[in-house]
């Protein structure tokens, strides 16, 4: 064993991380203290208490050693003291009087025994204290404490640097070694790893193994949400609807449904931690999503309602009511009168509150406490005029699986932002909820729940983690689920440790300021099951429960998954091989010997993409690549296909026969060192002789005879090139000598004229001299010429009336700045995506002018944009602009390298300089009928003229008894903002803003002395997330509110049942006070100006907003 100086030294292995704690300084761990009144012989105990850190464990075992040194400096650099027994374990101290990889300090460890000769897991969890004292007076010590977990990977723990030399050695009686002589006491205490993960480090650590669970990747943020999906798929009832629902012929990147079935399964069947990816896309969330957090409840409802939505008329319809849906009543009750005011909801979680209220039932009785209406706030009871009464809120009956919402985020006035209430609030294992039931409710069940899951919040508002604790099983143990790991836990670590507030013996955790710390860590949902259906809702899962589609589905793709796994594993086994073959060069319609980025190129049986093992011979290969081309092995020679410096591809030199027995990785090493792939092309013999063997050229060489030359040919009146075969032509032969072989293989007639081309890179293009040698002509090995016949006066003034290429070179060109553009439309709709064949060279108008030509529109009207940079801003217009300009492509051949977005809009752009964008929605008879209109209008126009476009464009009153006068107003994030003077220019509205037109309501007309206007605005449960149109309200004097609630939903145009669900309270400096009284007279408010009305109900629009970058949540899949 060699411990390393920075691993030992005063290290002590950390639990789970709980709490802070006050941790010594630095000096304080790294300086042994010095102790003078108790004694190491006869105060063990009192030592042991006095530094041992209280842990809340079973203790095995408590005893000390005592090791008498008697020649210090006779000890070697490594010695192990005395075995002793403690709590069933064996132990020694582990000495290097010379210090462990450091020189100035004695080193001391304590040494599990028993770690190497037990079973694999064989461990103990410990504290330790090491003292040094000498000899004659066992008060004078020094000593160290720690606590570990000792196991085979870690056997010995304790601290490098225990004591100076200089302190060890001190003369004149100072020091700890007497005569060469000290006295070693090591005092261990053993504790009962209860979860089997006390003190754990997790390194090699298996969930599955331990707990027989696995956990869920943490995708950025999203630890809130892995916490949630873990209690629901632990309630399986819950799992086992989700499996009833259809999902057969879905994807699951775009159904909830199915993505959160294949979720539950892995997490069932898988080994290692799952991931939620494949989930969050079937919301139609991007990666940016997944890095915001969000709240859970809302999540959780988010949820349930597309599930909900999902299991309509299916096996599963109803369950989510079944599992979580319980009704509350809200009442007035008359004191003196038998009379009473009520509506029934129903709820699918409560949220209670946790500021004043000490636990779990005094939340409950603080949600059913009644408020008493006397005196000025008297109620209007019906047939019985003003009456004291009671209002308050019971509940009707629970649901089986009850979803606690513990009110941890709260509003502060004072500070004026929300904040986190950290306050200790208890919550039992069980809970008896009868007493919260309304008398007329049914008691025939019994109404005791028990806890299932803690779902934790640590940190404060600004940031944080998520993690549950859930109980699987009725009689299971409990289980901590953090992100990608499950552990077992403790009742001590899933309740006193998420209560909150001051831990239990506070005293002992106060500052040196006075103060205690406030744990940051608590509970802030609690799930309970009612007791006497556990046996239901947990009921154990069968295979008969998952659906078969899903595990064939699954199954298969496991299969795959290892087989790419086993793959990687021998990646590095292997190498990969292109191979293409003269086929290849055949079917190359474009530039250079082949194109690597024209799948049709390199499309079999042309080509061949191999993944060989590194270690197989040339030999071996040339007969695997034979066979694969359907050629035999002997009649095949194989080149390297080399980047040329002027950047083309072409074949190079032959691999030598002499390397037959050579590995493949050592001709890649040897022959293409910088490129992973090495890309070879398959030459096959056009000649045999009488034996049958191939006749091939003798390798390139200085005095090589031969060369081999690839041809193509072009055609100018179908406008296409493509290879037509290969020759082996004499280096010192005339360029004009293989005429006659070049008008064979083209397919022409003996002795027409041909035009012979270089093709040397794509824009250059040479004509080659008929008289010159190839050599002369610095022809090598894997050049391309190009033919094309002679062509006619006639010919070539027929090609150019239609306006096509006559010669290779200008082909050439126009193959070089070809490009395929695919134009995408703004508003993304695929039917009018298309692509046009367009020229790097053309003008900016050029493109638009085919763009336009294309759409049938006018050019004029058309913007083109360059997607994926900043803002989508527009492309800009230049005189000398081309498309390379418009988006500037790298060097290749690639045909397809541009694309675009565009756009047609109503005006032409230098109309749009001049006007002014009007986006307008016209309200008539409600706010719920409106109709969007979009014009332009001169900049200098008024806001008459946005009205007079309103007209035109069939904007009409729809009421019956309507003003027919009409007020224009603009709001900016859903709320009003201010009324728009008709006589103002339309360079008054923000550009931010939201435009609206509505009929003024004939009450305002009728408005009296003492009646005031407030504005109302919508949200959904946070003031901040608002939505809908907001409008101007007339608070008429001494009404009562249930006539103003009537005004109220006329004005909205919120239908009957959707109304039933909106909570109206006016909002004051970000706090809102509610309004359930229907006798309240909202003209009795003392309104400031910043006083408004809130309508509290769902957003249907999906396009709430939201403060800051704060996405608004919503499920698509």
Same mark, same amino acid.
């Given at each position: 064993?060699?411990?390393?100086?920075?691993?030992?030294?005063?290290?002590?292995?950390?639990?789970?991380?709980?709490?802070?704690?006050?941790?010594?300084?630095?000096?304080?761990?790294?300086?042994a203290?010095?102790?003078?009144?108790?004694?190491?012989?006869?105060?063990?105990?009192t030592?042991?208490n006095?530094?041992?850190?209280?842990?809340?464990?079973?203790?095995?075992?408590v005893?000390?050693?005592?090791w $008498? &040194?008697?020649?210090?400096?006779?000890?070697? *650099?490594?010695?192990?003291?005395?075995?002793?027994?403690?709590?069933?374990?064996?132990?020694?101290?582990?000495?290097?009087?010379?210090?462990?990889?450091?020189?100035?300090?004695?080193?001391?460890y304590?040494?599990?025994?028993?770690?190497?000769?037990?079973?694999?897991d064989?461990?103990a969890?410990?504290?330790? &204290?090491?003292?040094? @004292?000498?000899?004659?007076?066992?008060?004078?010590?020094?000593l160290?404490?720690a606590?570990?977990r000792f196991?085979?990977?870690?056997?010995?723990?304790?601290?490098?640097?225990?004591? %100076?030399f200089?302190?060890?050695d001190?003369?004149?009686?100072?020091g700890?070694?007497?005569?060469?002589?000290?006295?070693?006491?090591?005092?261990?205490?053993?504790?009962k790893?209860?979860?089997?993960v006390?003190?754990?480090?997790f390194?090699?650590?298996?969930?599955?193994?331990?707990?027989?669970?696995?956990?869920?990747?943490?995708? /950025?943020?999203?630890?809130?949400?892995?916490?949630?999906?873990?209690?629901?798929?632990?309630?399986?009832?819950?799992?086992?609807?989700?499996?009833?629902?259809?999902?057969?012929?879905d994807? +699951?990147?775009?159904?909830v449904?199915?993505?959160?079935?294949?979720?539950?399964?892995?997490?069932?069947?898988?080994?290692?931690s799952?991931?939620?990816?494949?989930?969050?896309?079937?919301?139609?969330?991007?990666?940016?999503?997944?890095?915001?957090?969000h709240?859970?409840?809302?999540?959780?409802?988010?949820?349930?309602?597309?599930?909900?939505?999902?299991?309509?008329?299916?096996?599963?319809?109803?369950?989510?009511?079944?599992?979580?849906?319980?009704?509350?009543?809200?009442?007035?009750?008359?004191?003196n009168?038998?009379?009473e005011?009520?509506?029934?909801?129903?709820?699918?979680?409560?949220?209670?509150?946790?500021?004043?209220?000490?636990?779990?039932?005094?939340?409950?009785?603080?949600?059913?406490?009644?408020?008493?209406?006397?005196?000025?706030?008297k109620?209007?009871?019906? /047939?019985?005029?003003?009456?004291?009464?009671k209002?308050g809120?019971?509940?009707?009956?629970?649901?089986?699986v009850?979803?606690?919402?513990?009110?941890?985020?709260?509003?502060?006035i004072?500070?004026?932002?929300?904040v986190?209430?950290?306050?200790?609030h208890?919550?039992?294992?069980?809970?008896?909820? $009868?007493?919260?039931?309304?008398? @007329?409710?049914?008691?025939?069940?019994?109404?005791?729940?028990?806890?299932h899951?803690?779902?934790?919040?640590?940190?404060?508002?600004?940031?944080?983690?998520?993690?549950?604790?859930v109980?699987?099983?009725?009689?299971?143990?409990?289980?901590?689920?953090?992100?990608?790991?499950?552990?077992p836990?403790?009742?001590?670590?899933?309740?006193?440790?998420?209560?909150?507030?001051? =831990?239990?013996?506070?005293?002992?955790?106060?500052?040196?300021?006075?103060?205690?710390?406030?744990?940051?860590?608590?509970?802030?949902?609690?799930?309970?099951?009612?007791?006497?259906?556990?046996?239901?809702?947990?009921? $154990?899962?069968?295979?008969?429960?998952?659906?078969?589609?899903?595990?064939?589905?699954?199954?298969?793709?496991?299969?795959?998954?290892?087989?790419?796994?086993?793959?990687?594993?021998?990646?590095?086994?292997?190498?990969?091989?292109?191979?293409?073959?003269?086929?290849?060069?055949?079917?190359?319609?474009?530039?250079?010997?082949?194109?690597?980025?024209?799948?049709?190129?390199?499309?079999?049986?042309?080509?061949?993409?191999?993944r060989?093992r590194?270690?197989?011979?040339?030999g071996?290969?040339?007969?695997?690549?034979?066979?694969?081309?359907?050629?035999?092995?002997?009649?095949?020679r194989?080149w390297l296909?080399?980047?040329?410096?002027?950047?083309?591809?072409? =074949?190079?030199?032959p691999?030598?026969?002499?390397?037959?027995?050579?590995?493949?990785?050592?001709i890649?090493?040897?022959?293409?060192?910088?490129?992973?792939?090495?890309?070879?092309?398959?030459?096959?013999a056009?000649?045999?002789?009488?034996?049958?063997?191939?006749?091939?050229?003798?390798? =390139?060489?200085?005095?090589?005879?031969?060369?081999?030359?690839?041809?193509?040919?072009?055609?100018?009146?179908?406008?296409?090139?493509?290879?037509?075969?290969?020759i082996?032509?004499?280096?010192?032969?005339?360029?004009?000598?293989?005429?006659?072989?070049?008008?064979?293989?083209?397919?022409?007639?003996?002795?027409?004229?041909?035009?012979?081309?270089? *093709?040397?890179?794509?824009e250059?293009?040479?004509?080659?001299d008929?008289?010159?040698?190839?050599?002369?002509?610095?022809?090598?090995d894997?050049?391309?010429?190009?033919?094309?016949?002679?062509l006619?006066?006639?010919? &070539?003034?027929?090609?150019?009336?239609?306006?096509?290429y006559?010669?290779?070179?200008?082909?050439?060109?126009?193959?070089?700045?070809?490009?395929?553009?695919?134009?995408?439309?703004?508003?993304?709709?695929?039917?009018?995506?298309?692509?046009?064949?367009?020229?790097?060279?053309?003008?900016?108008?050029?493109?638009k002018?085919?763009?336009?030509?294309?759409?049938?529109a006018?050019?004029?009207?058309?913007?083109?944009?360059?997607p994926?940079?900043?803002?989508?801003?527009?492309?800009?217009?230049? +005189?000398?602009g081309?498309?390379?300009?418009?988006?500037?492509?790298?060097?290749?051949?690639?045909t397809?390298?541009?694309?675009?977005?565009?756009?047609?809009?109503?005006?032409?752009?230098?109309?749009?300089?001049n006007?002014r964008?009007?986006?307008?929605?016209?309200?008539?008879?409600?706010?719920?009928?409106?109709?969007?209109e979009e014009?332009?209008?001169?900049?200098?126009?008024?806001?008459?003229?946005v009205?007079?476009?309103?007209?035109?464009?069939?904007?009409?009153y729809?009421?019956?008894?309507?003003?027919?006068?009409?007020?224009?107003?603009?709001?900016?994030?859903?709320?009003?903002?201010?009324?728009? %003077?008709?006589?103002? =220019? &339309?360079?008054?509205?923000?550009?931010?803003?939201?435009?609206?037109?509505?009929?003024?309501?004939?009450?305002?007309?009728?408005?009296g002395?003492?009646d005031?206007?407030?504005?109302?605005f919508?949200?959904?449960?946070d003031?901040?997330?608002?939505?809908?149109?907001?409008?101007?309200?007339?608070?008429?004097?001494?009404?009562p509110?249930?006539?103003?609630?009537?005004?109220?939903?006329?004005?909205?145009?919120?239908?009957?049942?959707?109304w039933?669900?909106?909570?109206?309270?006016?909002?004051?400096?970000?706090?809102?006070?509610?309004?359930? %009284?229907?006798?309240?007279?909202?003209?009795?408010?003392?309104?400031?100006?910043?006083d408004?009305l809130?309508?509290?109900?769902?957003d249907?629009?999906?396009?709430?907003?939201r403060?800051?970058?704060?996405?608004?949540?919503?499920?698509?899949?």
């Amino acid at each position: 064993m060699q411990p390393s100086d920075e691993d030992l030294e005063m290290k002590q292995d950390q639990a789970p991380p709980y709490e802070p704690t006050v941790l010594p300084s630095e000096t304080e761990q790294n300086e042994a203290t010095v102790e003078q009144k108790l004694s190491v012989l006869t105060d063990v105990e009192t030592i042991a208490n006095n530094e041992f850190a209280p842990v809340d464990e079973e203790v095995l075992g408590v005893d000390c050693q005592q090791w $008498e &040194i008697s020649d210090w400096a006779g000890l070697p *650099e490594r010695v192990q003291g005395p075995v002793f027994e403690v709590g069933g374990y064996r132990w020694n101290v582990l000495l290097f009087p010379k210090g462990n990889n450091q020189k100035e300090y004695a080193s001391f460890y304590l040494e599990f025994s028993d770690a190497k000769t037990g079973p694999p897991d064989n461990h103990a969890c410990a504290q330790f &204290i090491i003292c040094v @004292s000498k000899p004659s007076d066992p008060t004078c010590y020094a000593l160290h404490t720690a606590q570990h977990r000792f196991h085979a990977d870690e056997s010995d723990w304790g601290f490098t640097r225990f004591i %100076d030399f200089k302190q060890f050695d001190a003369v004149d009686g100072a020091g700890y070694k007497e005569n060469n002589a000290v006295r070693v006491t090591t005092i261990v205490r053993v504790f009962k790893d209860q979860t089997g993960v006390l003190w754990h480090n997790f390194i090699n650590y298996d969930s599955k193994q331990t707990t027989g669970y696995v956990g869920l990747k943490n995708q /950025g943020a999203t630890c809130y949400m892995n916490s949630l999906f873990q209690s629901l798929y632990c309630t399986n009832y819950f799992r086992k609807a989700v499996y009833q629902i259809p999902t057969e012929h879905d994807e +699951p990147t775009k159904s909830v449904a199915l993505a959160l079935q294949r979720l539950f399964y892995n997490l069932q069947f898988h080994t290692s931690s799952v991931g939620t990816t494949e989930l969050t896309r079937s919301f139609g969330w991007d990666s940016l999503d997944a890095f915001m957090q969000h709240d859970v409840q809302e999540f959780n409802r988010v949820l349930q309602d597309n599930l909900e939505a999902k299991m309509k008329d299916t096996p599963a319809d109803g369950a989510i009511k079944s599992l979580f849906l319980g009704k509350m009543k809200s009442y007035i009750k008359c004191i003196n009168v038998d009379y009473e005011s009520s509506r029934s909801e129903d709820y699918y979680d409560i949220q209670l509150n946790v500021k004043g209220c000490k636990n779990l039932e005094e939340s409950f009785r603080d949600y059913i406490g009644e408020e008493t209406l006397e005196g000025d706030n008297k109620y209007q009871a019906e /047939g019985h005029g003003l009456q004291d009464a009671k209002k308050g809120v019971i509940f009707e009956s629970f649901p089986p699986v009850l979803h606690l919402q513990l009110k941890r985020f709260e509003y502060d006035i004072m500070r004026d932002t929300m904040v986190k209430i950290n306050d200790r609030h208890e919550f039992p294992l069980s809970i008896d909820l $009868e007493p919260y039931l309304d008398e @007329s409710a049914d008691k025939s069940i019994s109404h005791e729940y028990v806890l299932h899951g803690v779902l934790v919040h640590s940190g404060d508002l600004s940031g944080g983690h998520y993690f549950a604790f859930v109980k699987p099983t009725a009689d299971g143990n409990w289980l901590k689920f953090d992100d990608d790991r499950v552990v077992p836990s403790t009742i001590k670590e899933v309740l006193e440790e998420n209560y909150g507030g001051e =831990p239990a013996g506070a005293l002992n955790n106060i500052k040196s300021n006075g103060r205690t710390f406030k744990r940051f860590t608590n509970a802030y949902m609690l799930v309970y099951i009612r007791k006497s259906m556990l046996d239901t809702i947990l009921a $154990e899962m069968t295979d008969e429960d998952i659906p078969r589609h899903l595990i064939d589905r699954l199954e298969e793709e496991h299969k795959l998954q290892e087989r790419r796994r086993r793959e990687k594993e021998q990646q590095h086994l292997y190498m990969s091989v292109l191979a293409v073959s003269d086929k290849s060069f055949e079917n190359n319609h474009a530039l250079d010997f082949v194109n690597l980025n024209d799948d049709k190129t390199l499309d079999e049986p042309n080509c061949r993409k191999l993944r060989v093992r590194k270690d197989q011979t040339y030999g071996d290969f040339k007969k695997d690549i034979a066979e694969a081309f359907n050629l035999y092995a002997n009649q095949i020679r194989c080149w390297l296909l080399v980047n040329r410096q002027n950047r083309t591809i072409r =074949p190079d030199t032959p691999i030598a026969e002499a390397d037959i027995d050579s590995t493949m990785e050592d001709i890649r090493y040897r022959q293409s060192p910088n490129l992973a792939c090495l890309r070879i092309y398959v030459e096959s013999a056009i000649m045999v002789n009488a034996a049958g063997q191939p006749v091939f050229p003798p390798p =390139p060489s200085k005095v090589a005879p031969k060369i081999l030359v690839f041809v193509k040919l072009f055609d100018p009146f179908t406008q296409d090139i493509h290879g037509i075969g290969k020759i082996y032509a004499s280096k010192l032969a005339k360029v004009g000598s293989v005429i006659d072989e070049l008008n064979e293989i083209a397919g022409f007639e003996p002795g027409t004229d041909l035009v012979l081309y270089e *093709e040397i890179k794509p824009e250059m293009i040479d004509l080659m001299d008929t008289e010159k040698s190839f050599s002369a002509s610095e022809i090598q090995d894997g050049d391309i010429i190009c033919i094309q016949k002679v062509l006619t006066e006639d010919e &070539i003034l027929e090609l150019q009336s239609k306006q096509l290429y006559v010669t290779v070179p200008d082909f050439m060109h126009y193959l070089f700045h070809l490009r395929v553009v695919q134009f995408y439309p703004v508003e993304n709709n695929p039917d009018m995506e298309f692509q046009l064949l367009l020229l790097s060279t053309m003008t900016y108008d050029e493109v638009k002018e085919l763009v336009a030509q294309k759409l049938g529109a006018d050019r004029d009207k058309i913007v083109i944009h360059i997607p994926g940079t900043k803002d989508d801003l527009k492309s800009r217009r230049s +005189p000398t602009g081309t498309l390379t300009d418009i988006e500037k492509n790298s060097y290749g051949t690639d045909t397809v390298l541009c694309k675009l977005t565009y756009e047609v809009l109503d005006i032409t752009l230098k109309e749009l300089e001049n006007n002014r964008l009007i986006k307008i929605t016209w309200f008539s008879p409600s706010l719920s009928d409106g109709t969007c209109e979009e014009f332009m209008l001169p900049k200098q126009s008024k806001m008459t003229d946005v009205l007079r476009q309103l007209e035109q464009r069939g904007a009409k009153y729809q009421s019956e008894k309507g003003t027919r006068q009409v007020r224009l107003f603009e709001a900016i994030n859903n709320k009003y903002r201010r009324e728009i %003077d008709l006589n103002d =220019p &339309i360079s008054t509205i923000s550009d931010n803003a939201q435009l609206y037109a509505e009929e003024l309501p004939e009450e305002e007309l009728n408005m009296g002395p003492d009646d005031i206007f407030t504005n109302v605005f919508h949200y959904q449960r946070d003031i901040n997330r608002t939505h809908s149109v907001p409008f101007k309200f007339l608070v008429i004097k001494d009404e009562p509110f249930e006539q103003t609630k009537k005004r109220l939903q006329k004005r909205t145009g919120i239908n009957d049942k959707d109304w039933m669900k909106v909570k109206v309270g006016i909002v004051a400096n970000y706090s809102v006070a509610p309004i359930d %009284d229907d006798d309240y007279k909202l003209s009795d408010h003392q309104f400031s100006v910043n006083d408004v009305l809130g309508l509290d109900h769902q957003d249907k629009t999906g396009k709430a907003y939201r403060l800051g970058n704060e996405r608004g949540l919503t499920i698509r899949g």
